[in-house]
């Protein structure tokens, strides 16, 4: 076998397995934003009906509502984006 031919083996077999590395990479950052997708909408969801909740109805009795009102909780280091 000739210098060459081991060199553009070695080269080919190296672009292989860059390629194998980014079709992983690429998997796991599609699999990573439909799970922080999921799980955005489920907090969405669960903020709307919590925020959604009435007051239970009044009976004469002096009870405080146990729901208060929930507003949407976003971490004071995340910023808005403009869509």
Request: aromatic content about 6%.
């Amino acid at each position: 076998m000739t210098e060459s031919n081991e060199k553009d083996l070695v080269i080919a077999a190296l672009r292989q397995r860059i390629g194998e590395l980014v079709s992983a990479y690429e998997t796991d950052i599609a699999v990573i934003r439909a799970s922080y997708t999921k799980l955005k909408q489920d907090f969405d969801h669960v903020s709307k009906v919590l925020a959604d909740q009435t007051p239970a109805p009044s009976d004469g009795k002096s009870q405080d509502n146990p729901f208060q009102p929930v507003t949407k909780f976003t971490p004071p280091d995340v910023k808005k984006k403009k869509d």
